[in-house]
């Protein structure tokens, strides 16, 4: 019985044997030596089987599902005896990589073509030398050891002067750093890294140094960087808006075929002055003569004559500090402001000095503040769909109490994709006002929204209570951008606004504006404005303008 | 009785042989560091020169390996064979090839200079190591581990991508406007595409198009490598290329200073992060149109795909914001920390968590992107710049 069980045991072994010795195997045997000949002993020999050719030859590339999905090659391992000999038996014919590790050298690998006969491989290691790393493994060299040590520190002083000349090249003194880090200091005052009982967690500041090699370049680049972090920047917003005027239709007493410019110069100052606390600052001035003065529309036809507040004179017209909380998404901004910058911002449609020029393509009419005042806003953005402002400004400069004069905004903004489209902005406000005024509430919306990357739509509705009804405002038009332009940069667009007042009074305004982008700090633009007034009389006034602007 | 001395002759053989394996098996255990490469992320450790392996499922450092004082590696990949991890040192003018299991540098091979970001060959047999301040690619063959080639005229390589059949490389050039496109076989530079038009106001703005060039960091592959992507830092725009005919089909106008292209999971979109107006561009890759340009942060230098939503991260701010893939909507903002910089990062290949360089506190900011909660794991190392895990599909570096 148990000569029954040994048997079937072996049995499959020896069918297994038999079938290997029918295959065309052979033996391949191998020794390890350094570049001088002594044995390295230990070696470890892969072996490993190529792909015939034709065959796929490896697994999967990453990310690319195309690519078949073969099986590793297989491999075969044996160990180096003292006398560095390994061999592989049963090897069968084929392409063969052989691959030889031994600690303190560099891996040898070469390729190997197996046949019917067996065949002896010598392998020669070269010792694997890594500045400032650990010494190489020369103990591990055989033969005239005395020799090749000495060869080995004399190749390791060469590579130190390499490392040292190199260095010195290339600005490589170890870098330092000062780093915030957090330690435990217990009723001692000793320091731990770790907690420990008794301790208190403390935050202290400690260098670093570190085997950074830098170059000129971002030495300098470092440098500057920082230097422009502590400064007080300024820039500039200088622009020129040249304009004419053809009454269309009105009274002839009318002005008619007149030329009008206003140019206005923005500095601008901005300071970091503490962790997310910012400091900004806008000095205006202008000079010359815009169309709405002697053209008496309801609503301004150069938006840069809102800013107009004596000639020549330099005004103080921004100056605001701004922090963040709870993780940046709190923004409080206080100082000097206008606060209807931080509103109702459209993207096709919110900006005099890039976009439409008329104020009633610029501002929704019924936000009603004209002039700048103190005032805070808080922002509340977690930078998912939704966004908040609330905010509050003096309107009246002339107020002996913010009790009379207080402005305060409000809104809801939300981030979409309607109907496959691409992005689109919604926003809901509302205003009140208290003290001697005559609207004291008003609300709208401001929606902008892409189309297609190309073309965008925007829309705005406003409308403020007046005694016995509400005054209305409405604007429409579309923006390009991105295509459909001359110049990669430019953008154009066309837009619509009207005003329908308690009073009686109406206005519908149409412009069109072509933006230029000749460099990053230079833009042309032409505009042509149509409006046709109705107080009283009715008169309409063509406005062909130009519009130069450089900022930097 | 014959038979009774040949069984127990070849039953002794058998016990010689099994004992033999045994002790090799024991022999194996004592130096192998990685038995599973996929389990482990490769973390770059720029500034204490050395790659180190994280496990993941302990978030241990199961091994560094030290390459030298001032080597400065920059980014590390393993062969798509899970035998090699390889990194190009940036101040060393070498290449580093390591034993993925036992962690043993095995072999340093001299490069050109400034080695920065590397690829390999689908077949793991050739790897590409980009030198763009020497303008060249060094080939190095994985088998013979020697370099046996420099591939020259290239203006500063930034970034390699090889074809899924390998039989060609495109490169992007980062101090030009087009994409080389190398010939795998003969390992040379074969042709020239250029992704886009010089606008004719150029002329008026040197500082702009003189002064200085960002040019094409990467040429991306879809999911079916049947197109690459590549954007065009100066000129705003992402070129589709046809590789059967190497020709551009189509260029996209994307936001200000796009970085480069990185690919959804899923292969319906791309996005490119324009640091110079702060957004995102979702670029949808059915219609070649952008589908979306939404607020992000400043520096962006990295953006992972997981758990349906993309992962954007904003170098300087410390900020990673989150993106919604299905409905193309802002999905909130990660906060990491506080006057820190932040690199880039991998997922891992379940789409399940990120693992981020955190590299002014030494540490690895793993996300959960389904909670969008983190931990970090310290000292990692000193001045990690990036991540790796192999097959993991947001493998990049910056």
């Not at chain 1, 901005?270 to 815009?290: E, H, N």
């Amino acid at each position: 019985m148990l000569r029954l069980r040994v048997a079937c045991a072996i049995g499959p072994m020896l069918v297994c044997l038999a079938s290997v010795a029918t295959a065309q195997t052979s033996t391949v045997t191998g020794r390890v030596a350094n570049v001088q000949g002594g044995v390295i002993p230990n070696a470890e020999a892969t072996l490993r089987a190529l792909p015939p050719a034709g065959a796929a030859p490896m697994p999967n590339m990453p990310n690319m599902p195309n690519m078949p999905n073969a099986a590793a090659a297989p491999e075969r391992t044996a160990t180096a005896g003292a006398d560095g000999t390994f061999t592989f038996n049963g090897v069968p014919a084929g392409e063969y990589v052989l691959m030889v590790d031994a600690s303190g050298f560099e891996r040898g690998s070469q390729p190997i073509t197996v046949g019917n006969q067996s065949q002896n491989v010598t392998v020669t290691l070269t010792p694997l030398i890594i500045p400032g790393g650990e010494e190489a493994a020369a103990a591990a060299v055989g033969g005239n050891v005395a020799d090749t040590q000495l060869l080995l520190d004399r190749i390791k002083q060469l590579e130190q002067r390499i490392t040292d000349l190199e260095s010195e090249a290339v600005l490589s003194e170890p870098e330092t750093r000062v780093k915030r880090i957090e330690v435990y200091v217990d009723q001692n005052k000793n320091v731990h890294d770790e907690p420990v009982p008794g301790a208190k967690k403390e935050v202290s500041y400690q260098r670093e140094r570190v085997y950074r090699r830098q170059t000129i370049n971002e030495k300098i680049e470092q440098a500057l960087a920082a230097a422009e972090d502590q400064s007080v920047k300024i820039g500039v917003d200088a622009t020129t808006v040249t304009q004419g005027a053809g009454r269309t239709t009105g009274d002839p007493e009318r002005p008619n075929k007149k030329a009008y410019a206003l140019a206005s110069a923005d500095l601008f100052f901005a300071a970091k002055l503490a962790q997310y606390t910012s400091f900004f600052a806008d000095v205006v001035a202008l000079s010359g003569a815009p169309p709405d003065r002697e053209i008496p529309s309801l609503t301004l036809l150069n938006g840069y004559t809102a800013r107009l507040v004596n000639q020549n004179e330099l005004n103080l017209r921004e100056a605001w500090l701004r922090t963040e909380f709870f993780g940046q998404r709190l923004g409080i901004t206080a100082g000097r402001l206008d606060l209807t910058n931080y509103f109702d911002r459209n993207a096709f449609s919110n900006d005099e000095t890039t976009q439409f020029i008329s104020d009633a393509l610029v501002n929704n009419q019924m936000l009603g503040l004209a002039v700048n005042g103190t005032g805070v806003v808080a922002e509340y953005d977690p930078k998912n769909a939704f966004n908040f402002r609330v905010g509050f400004q003096q309107s009246n400069p002339d107020a002996t109490s913010l009790s009379d004069s207080i402005y305060s905004l409000a809104e809801v903004g939300y981030t979409m994709t309607p109907f496959s489209l691409p992005e689109g902005h919604y926003r809901l406000w509302y205003r009140a006002n208290n003290g001697e005024v005559d609207t004291k509430y008003a609300t709208g919306i401001s929606i902008d929204q892409k189309l297609s990357p190309i073309v965008g739509v925007f829309g705005r509705y406003g409308q403020q209570q007046v005694p016995g009804d509400w005054d209305r405002y409405w604007s429409t038009g579309l923006s390009f951008a991105n295509g459909l332009v001359f110049n990669p940069h430019d953008t154009w667009g066309i837009g619509y606004a009207r005003m329908d007042l308690v009073s009686g009074d109406t206005e519908h305004l149409t412009e069109g504006y072509y933006n230029f982008q000749l460099t990053e700090r230079l833009r042309l633009s032409g505009t042509l404005q149509h409006v046709l007034d109705r107080q009283g009389d009715k008169f309409g006034y063509l406005l062909p303008g130009i519009r130069l602007q450089a900022s930097f | 009785m014959r038979n009774m001395k040949r069984i127990v002759i070849l039953l002794t053989l058998a016990v010689v042989a099994f004992a033999a394996t045994l002790t090799r098996v024991t022999v194996n255990a004592a130096v192998v560091k990685v038995p599973d490469p996929t389990k482990v992320v490769m973390i770059v450790n720029r500034d204490s020169n050395e790659i180190a392996f994280m496990d993941i499922d302990s978030k241990k450092i199961v091994g560094k390996t030290f390459l030298g004082n001032n080597v400065n590696p920059h980014m590390v990949m393993m062969s798509p064979d899970g035998r090699y991890v390889v990194t190009g040192g940036t101040r060393a003018n070498k290449a580093y090839i390591i034993d993925a299991k036992t962690l043993e540098l095995v072999k340093v091979i001299p490069v050109d200079i400034a080695p920065e970001h590397l690829a390999f060959s689908p077949d793991s047999r050739w790897y590409y190591q980009g030198n763009p301040e020497g303008d060249s690619i060094s080939v190095i063959d994985m088998l013979s581990l020697t370099k046996i080639k420099t591939i020259p005229g290239l203006v500063e390589p930034l970034n390699t991508v090889f074809l899924p059949d390998g039989s060609k490389a495109y490169v992007g050039n980062y101090g030009a406007h087009w994409v080389g496109v190398i010939d795998v076989r003969r390992h040379e530079l074969l042709k020239k595409i250029q992704v886009g038009d010089v606008p004719g106001v150029a002329k008026l703005d040197p500082d702009k198009y003189l002064g200085d060039i960002q040019g094409i960091n990467i040429p991306q592959i879809t999911n079916d490598g049947r197109y690459l992507y590549a954007t065009d830092t100066d000129l705003g725009v992402v070129a589709k290329i046809d590789p059967r005919e190497d020709k551009v089909d189509k260029i996209i106008r994307v936001g200000k200073q796009p970085w480069r292209p990185y690919m959804s999971h899923d292969g319906k979109y791309l996005i490119t992060p324009n640091n110079g107006d702060q957004t995102i561009s979702i670029v949808d890759l059915r219609t070649d149109k952008v589908a979306a340009t939404l607020e992000a942060g400043e520096n962006m230098t990295g953006v992972n795909f997981a758990a349906g939503k993309a992962f954007v991260i904003s170098s300087t701010s410390g900020f990673v914001y989150v993106y919604d893939m299905n409905s193309l909507r802002p999905a909130g903002r990660m906060k990491i920390g506080t006057n820190i910089q932040l690199e880039t990062a991998t997922t891992d290949t379940k789409d399940e968590k990120l693992y981020l360089a955190d590299s002014t506190e030494n540490a690895v900011v793993i996300i959960d992107a389904k909670t969008q909660q983190f931990e970090k794991v310290l000292n990692v190392g000193l001045y990690p710049w990036g991540t790796h895990i192999m097959d993991s599909k947001d493998n990049y570096c910056h």
